[in-house]
C-alpha cells in the first residue's frame, strides 16, 4: 500500500517530532539570552524521547509505503528509529556531562544532533534511491559540523576537514552508482530497480554499481577500506559526538546497506528464512572479504593506540566487520543477528565512550596513562568500564557473548568457516587490547592521584548502560525476538 | 528442605556468588567481617556436598543416559534457540563437586592474611567458585561453555592484582591462552548445535546428552574428517587448560605469580577442567575419533610426565618446581584416559582428585615458606628441618605423596594408571614410568637443600606453620593418607560412571 503525502502525515509523527523540536531549539538559539543554559539539552531530551515514543508506538505493520513511496514503514525501519533515537537520548545525556563541551553554545550542537537523527530515521526507511542520498546527507553534512564542533581545537578541525573531504568523495562515487542503476532500469524505486534488474541484465554495469553504493555506504558503517577518516574523526571529535557517529550512523548505515542489497541484488527465497540472489553480482563473496579484512585491521591497528578514544574507534571498526558477517548469509537468521548485536553495541560501546568522557572531564585528555589506577580513584566507572570491555570482547556472560554467538551461529550454519575461524581469531586479539585498559586501570598504581569524582547523574548513567549489558548477557529472549520481526517484516 | 534437595546443585553453584554480593554491600575497612563472609559463603556448600555424598546413588552409571544422572535439574532458559539450565552429577562429575568445595574453602582460609583489596579479592574469589562448580554440574553444553569462560574474569584480575612482580603479563597470558581455546570450544559447540536435532522435539538442541546419541548427528557431522577437525578443535580447548605439552607455557608463568591460594585453586581444580572436559564431552560425543586418537594422546600423557618432571628438575624456584610437578602429575590423567580400558580410567579420574588435594598442599607450603622468608629459591635455605619440624613434617607428607610413595593417594592412582594402560602400549608406558624416577628425585632432591644439612644462619629464627595454616593443611593430609589406603570411598563413586564411559568410547552398547 503506496499513501499520498497528505495521509502520509499521520505515519510520520517521529519525523515531525524531532522536526519540531529543531526549529524550537532554533528559536531557543536566537531568542534565548543564556546560550550556555540546560534549556537546550533538555528540549533536545524531550524532542528524542517523543520521537522515540512515537516511533515505538507506531503500528509497523505490512510495510507501508509513505509519500507516494519515498520511505516505508515497517518494522525493521522500526527497530531501528527505536535504536538510534535511544542512542541519541544517551548520548545527550554524555553531551551534558562533558566538560568538553560546557563552555560553548548549547542549542546549536542540539539542533545538529537531532537533525541528524531526523537524517537517521529517514535513512532506515528510505526506499527511494533520491531519498536514500537525501537521507544519507541529511545524516552526514551535520556530522561533519559536530565533528569540528571544538573551533579553538586544531585535531577537531583537521577531524572535520578530514570528514566532509571523505564524505563528499563517497557520496559522490555513490551517487554515480545511483544514476547507473537508474539509466539500467528507468525508476528510482528500489524494489523496481531490484524487479527489472532480475530480469536479465548487463552483469558488468550492475556490479559496477553495486561497487560504487558499496562505497557510499561502507564509509558510513566505516568498513576497511573505507574507515581512513573514522580514527581522525573520531579522535578528534568531541567525544560524546565521536560516540553518537560510532553507534547512531553506523546502524542507520548498516539498514540501508541490508534494505538496499536485499531488495536490489536478491529476493526471499522458497526455504525458511533463505534468500537468493537474484542478480549476477556476487556481492555476499565481497562482502564476506571484506567484512574478514575489516575486523582484522580494526583490531590489529587498535593494539597499538595509546588514545583510549582511538582505541575505541579502531575496535568500533573492527565491531562492523563483526556485524558484516550477518550481512553476507543472504538468511533471515544473519539479519536478524545484525539486529541483536546492534542492540548490545549500542548500550557497551556508549557505555564505554562515557567511561572515556567521565575520565576525560578529571584529566582533558585520553591518553590511556589517565586511567591508570581508576579502579581505586573511581571504582564504579572503573567497574563498568571492565563490564562493557568485557562484553565488547564477547566473554560470558556479558551481551556481547550473545551478540557474538548469533552472529557465529548463523556462520556456521551457512558453512562459511573460514569466515567464523577469522572472527574467532579476531576476538582474541581483541581482548588483548581491550585489557590493555583493564589492566590501566585495575593493576597498576595511579600515576595520578586524587579520587575521580564522579556525578550523581553519570553514575545512574553508567548503571542504566550497565544492566542491560549485564540482562542482555543472561536472558536475551525478548530482545532477539523483536528482532526477530523486525526482520521477518522485511523478507514479506 | 525440600527446595533444598531438589536444587540441591544449583545452591552449590550460586550461594558462593550471592556470597560475593554481600561482600560487595559491605563497607570499606570491615576486612575481618568480609572474610567471614566469605568462609561463610564457601563453607555453605560443604554441608550440601556432604548431602550429596550420602544421597547419591552410586549403582547408576550416567554418562549418556539422561535418566540416570542424580540431582538434575532440568528448565527452559533460552526457548526460542533451546538453551536449557541442564545441572546434574554422575560419576564423573562428582569427585570434582566434593574437591571443588573442600578446595575452594580451604583456598578462603588460606587468603586470611591477604590485606590488599580484600573485598574485591573475596568476591572475585567466591565468583570464581560458581564458575568452577557450575562447569562441573552443567549438562547442557552453552551453560557449560558460560561457566567455564566466567571462570576468567576473575582469574585474571586474582593474578593480576594480587600476583607477583611479573603479573601482569602472567595474566594477560593466562587469559589469552585460555580464551583461545575457548573459542575453538564455542565454534565446534556450535557446529554440533547446528548438526544435530532433539530426538523428541526435531530442534536443534544444546544438551549435551543428545550430542552423545551418535544417531542425533546428521549426514555432515558423520563425515570422519568433520569429526577428527571437531574433535581436535575440542581437544585443542581442553589441552590448553590442562595443560598438555605444547599448550604449557602459561602455566608456570601463572603459577609463579599468582598469590598462594589462587595457585591452589588453579592447581587443584582449574587443570582438572581440561581433562573433565575430555571424559565430559569429547570422548563420548566422538567415541570414534577417541579411538583413533588414543595413541597420539597416550604419548602426549607420556610427554607431559617425563618432560614436565625434567622441566621440573632444573627449576630453582619452589613454586616452579611444584608448578611443573603439575605438569608431569596430569600427564598421568591423559595417558590413563587414552588407554580406554575401566582401570585406566578410573585411575585418571582418581588422580584428578588425589592431585587435587596434594597439589594443594604443596602450594599452601610453599607459601608459607614464602610469607616467610620472601623468596622461594630452592637453593636459598638450607637445614630448615631443625628450626621449623613441623612445617617439615607437612611438607614431607606432601611430597612424598605427589611423588607417589605407596601409602599415599597418588601412588593408588598412578599404579591404576598404569596397570590400566601396560596392556595397552607397553612402550609408552614404560617410557612414561621413567618419570615417576624423575619425579621422584627432584621431590627428594629439593627436600633435602631445603631442610636438611646445614642450616642456613639467616633462617635460625623462621617463625613456625601457624594454626590456620595447619587448618588448611591438616584435612587434606589426612585425606591424601586415608585414601592412600582405602581408596574405595572415592573409587566408588566414580566406578559405574566410568565404566560406562570406557563401554561408550568402545562403542561397546
Not at chain 1, 334 to 339: E, M, N, S, T
Amino acid at each position: 500500500m503506496i499513501l499520498g503525502n497528505l495521509d502520509s502525515l499521520r505515519y510520520f509523527l517521529p519525523e515531525l517530532a524531532i522536526t519540531t523540536t529543531i526549529l524550537l531549539l532554533i528559536a531557543v538559539h536566537v531568542v534565548g539570552k543564556n546560550r550556555r543554559s540546560p534549556a537546550a539539552a533538555l528540549l533536545a531530551l524531550v524532542g528524542t524521547g517523543t520521537a522515540l515514543l512515537f516511533a515505538w508506538m507506531t503500528p509497523a505493520g505490512g510495510g507501508m509505503g509513505l509519500f507516494e513511496g519515498m520511505v516505508v514503514l515497517d518494522g525493521f525501519a522500526v527497530f531501528f528509529k527505536v535504536l538510534t533515537a535511544l542512542a541519541t537520548a544517551i548520548v545527550i545525556f554524555m553531551s551534558i556531562d562533558c566538560l568538553e563541551l560546557a563552555d560553548r553554545t548549547q542549542a546549536e550542537y542540539y539542533v545538529f544532533l537531532l537533525s541528524v537523527l531526523l537524517g537517521m530515521f529517514l535513512l532506515s526507511s528510505a526506499t527511494d534511491i533520491v531519498m536514500v542520498y537525501l537521507a544519507l546527507e541529511l545524516v552526514s553534512i551535520p556530522s561533519y559540523l559536530l565533528a569540528g564542533y571544538l573551533k579553538g581545537k586544531a585535531s577537531s578541525t583537521e577531524a572535520s576537514m578530514k570528514y566532509v573531504v571523505y564524505g563528499a568523495t563517497a557520496s559522490g562515487v555513490m551517487i554515480y552508482g545511483f544514476s547507473l542503476l537508474y539509466g539500467m532500469t528507468g525508476s528510482t524505486q528500489i524494489s523496481e530497480i531490484g524487479r527489472v534488474l532480475t530480469m536479465g541484465t548487463v552483469p558488468l554495469p550492475a556490479l559496477l554499481a553495486a561497487v560504487m553504493v558499496t562505497v557510499g555506504f561502507g564509509y558510513k558503517i566505516a568498513a576497511v577500506p573505507f574507515h581512513m577518516w573514522s580514527p581522525d574523526v573520531y579522535e578528534g571529535a568531541p567525544t560524546p559526538v565521536t560516540a553518537f557517529l560510532s553507534v547512531g550512523p553506523k546502524a542507520a548505515g548498516f539498514a540501508i546497506l541490508v534494505r538496499f542489497f536485499y531488495t536490489v541484488f536478491a529476493s526471499p527465497g522458497d526455504a525458511d528464512g533463505m534468500w537468493k540472489l537474484s542478480s549476477s553480482v556476487d556481492w555476499p563473496f565481497l562482502f564476506a572479504v571484506m567484512s574478514a579484512v575489516t575486523m582484522t585491521v580494526g583490531n590489529l591497528i587498535a593494539i597499538n593506540q595509546r588514545n583510549v578514544k582511538r582505541l575505541l574507534a579502531y575496535s568500533s571498526i573492527a565491531h562492523a566487520g563483526y556485524m558484516l558477517m550477518g550481512f553476507v548469509l543472504l538468511s533471515a537468521a544473519g539479519l536478524k543477528a545484525i539486529l541483536f548485536y546492534l542492540v548490545v553495541y549500542l548500550f557497551m560501546n556508549l557505555g564505554a565512550f562515557y567511561v572515556v568522557v567521565l575520565v576525560e572531564n578529571g584529566s582533558r585528555s585520553e591518553d590511556i596513562s589517565h586511567f591508570s589506577g581508576l579502579g581505586r580513584r573511581a571504582p564504579l566507572a572503573a567497574v563498568s568500564m571492565a563490564v562493557f570491555l568485557f562484553a565488547l570482547t564477547g566473554i560470558p556472560p556479558f551481551s556481547g557473548f550473545i551478540g557474538k554467538v548469533y552472529l557465529f551461529a548463523e556462520v556456521i550454519h551457512q558453512g562459511v568457516y573460514w569466515l567464523v575461524l577469522v572472527a574467532g581469531i579476531n576476538s582474541v586479539i581483541s581482548l588483548y587490547y581491550y585489557a590493555r585498559i583493564l589492566k590501566v586501570m585495575f593493576l597498576e598504581d595511579p600515576t595520578h592521584t586524587g579520587e575521580l569524582s564522579v556525578a550523581f547523574v553519570p553514575k545512574v548513567m553508567l548503571a542504566i548502560l550497565v544492566v542491560p549489558t549485564l540482562l542482555l548477557g543472561v536472558y536475551w529472549e525478548p530482545v532477539i525476538r523483536i528482532a526477530e520481526s523486525s526482520v521477518r517484516i522485511l523478507t514479506n | 528442605m525440600d527446595f533444598i534437595n531438589s536444587h540441591i546443585l544449583s545452591l552449590m553453584t550460586f550461594l558462593p556468588l550471592a556470597g560475593a554480593a554481600v561482600i560487595l554491600t559491605v563497607p570499606g575497612g570491615r576486612d575481618n567481617l568480609v572474610k567471614t563472609i566469605a568462609a561463610v559463603a564457601a563453607f555453605l556448600p560443604i554441608p550440601l556436598a556432604v548431602q550429596l555424598w550420602f544421597t547419591y546413588d552410586r549403582t547408576v552409571a550416567g554418562v549418556n543416559v539422561a535418566s540416570q544422572f542424580q540431582f538434575v535439574e532440568h528448565y527452559s532458559w533460552i526457548p526460542s534457540i533451546n538453551v536449557e539450565y541442564f545441572l546434574g552429577a554422575d560419576g564423573i562429575s562428582m569427585p570434582m563437586i566434593m574437591l571443588t568445595t573442600i578446595i575452594s574453602f580451604l583456598a578462603v582460609i588460606g587468603s586470611w592474611n591477604i590485606d590488599k583489596q580484600i573485598k574485591g579479592y573475596m568476591a572475585l574469589l567466591l565468583l570464581l567458585e560458581t564458575g568452577m562448580m557450575g562447569v562441573f554440574c552443567a549438562l547442557d553444553f552453552f551453560l557449560f561453555y558460560v561457566f567455564w569462560e566466567v571462570m576468567l574474569l576473575p582469574m585474571y584480575f586474582l593474578i593480576g592484582i594480587w600476583g607477583g612482580p611479573r603479573r601482569e603479563y602472567a595474566a594477560i597470558k593466562f587469559f589469552l591462552y585460555t580464551l583461545l581455546g575457548s573459542i575453538l570450544m564455542l565454534i565446534v559447540m556450535l557446529a554440533l548445535y547446528f548438526n544435530t536435532t532433539d530426538p523428541e522435539t526435531g530442534g536443534h538442541t544444546f544438551n549435551m546428552l543428545h550430542y552423545m546419541q551418535q544417531s542425533t548427528h546428521n549426514g555432515w557431522l558423520q563425515g570422519f574428517d568433520v569429526r577428527i577437525l571437531l574433535f581436535l578443535g575440542l581437544f585443542i580447548g581442553f589441552a590448553i587448560k590442562v595443560p598438555l605439552f605444547p599448550f604449557h607455557t602459561w602455566l608456570p608463568d601463572a603459577h609463579v605469580e599468582a598469590p598462594t591460594a589462587i595457585s591452589v585453586i588453579l592447581a587443584g581444580i582449574l587443570l582438572k577442567m581440561g581433562t573433565y572436559g575430555l571424559m565430559r564431552i569429547s570422548f563420548p560425543m566422538f567415541p570414534d575419533v577417541t579411538r583413533w586418537f588414543v595413541i597420539p594422546m597416550a604419548i602426549l600423557g607420556a610427554i607431559n610426565i617425563v618432560y614436565g618432571a625434567l622441566c621440573a628438575m632444573a627449576q630453582s624456584d619452589l613454586k616452579k618446581l611444584v608448578a611443573y610437578s603439575s605438569v608431569s602429575h596430569m600427564g598421568f590423567c591423559l595417558l590413563g584416559m587414552a588407554a580406554l580400558t575401566p582401570a585406566g580410567m578410573v585411575g585418571a579420574s582418581f588422580q584428578m582428585f588425589s592431585h587435587g588435594m596434594i597439589t594443594a598442599m604443596l602450594f599452601f607450603l610453599v607459601g608459607v615458606v614464602y610469607d616467610r622468608a620472601h623468596h622461594r629459591d630452592i637453593d636459598g635455605f638450607g637445614g630448615l628441618g631443625a628450626v621449623v619440624p613441623v612445617y617439615t613434617f607437612f611438607i614431607t607428607v606432601a611430597f612424598f605423596a605427589s611423588l607417589g610413595l605407596p601409602g599415599f593417594s597418588g601412588f593408588i592412582a598412578e599404579a591404576m594408571v598404569f596397570i590400566g594402560s601396560f596392556g595397552v602400549f607397553r612402550t609408552i608406558v614404560m617410557i612414561s614410568a621413567s618419570g615417576i624416577i624423575i619425579v621422584a628425585a627432584f621431590h627428594l632432591w629439593a627436600l633435602q637443600r631445603v631442610f636438611l644439612g646445614p642450616l642456613n644462619p639467616k633462617y635460625a629464627q623462621l617463625e613456625e606453620i601457624n594454626a590456620r595454616e595447619i587448618f588448611c593443611l591438616a584435612p587434606l593430609a589426612v585425606m591424601t593418607l586415608i585414601l592412600g589406603v582405602y581408596p574405595m570411598p572415592v573409587l566408588n563413586l566414580m566406578n559405574a560412571s566410568l565404566i560406562r564411559l570406557v563401554d561408550v568410547v568402545k562403542m561397546v552398547i
